[in-house]
């Protein structure tokens, strides 16, 4: 009898992409698409570059440090 085939596993950088990306929707979610990305990320106190990798998922997940930054800024 064939095996089953069973659920894969995302690979670790693929699992924080994703969390990245699920990140920056939030966000938009919260503030709207009033404010410029730029201006998103003066008021996180972080780098546009920065912003811009998590945004598109090529960023490590933020620390707790920077997230409570956000949750202020939010």
């Known amino acids: 009898m ?3 085939p069973g659920r ?3 690979s670790p950088r693929a ?3 994703a969390r990245c990306r699920n990140l920056y929707r939030f966000i938009r979610l919260r503030l709207g ?6 201006e998103l990320a ?3 106190d972080m780098e546009w570059r920065s912003f811009a ?3 598109h998922g090529a960023r490590q ?3 707790i440090e920077e997230l409570e930054r956000l949750a202020k800024a939010l």
């Open 2 to 4: 064939p095996k089953k």
């Open 8 to 10: 894969r596993r995302a």
């Open 15 to 17: 699992t924080a992409q």
């Open 33 to 38: 698409e009033g404010l410029s990305d730029r």
């Open 42 to 44: 003066r008021r996180w």
């Open 53 to 55: 990798a998590l945004k």
């Open 61 to 63: 997940v933020p620390r």
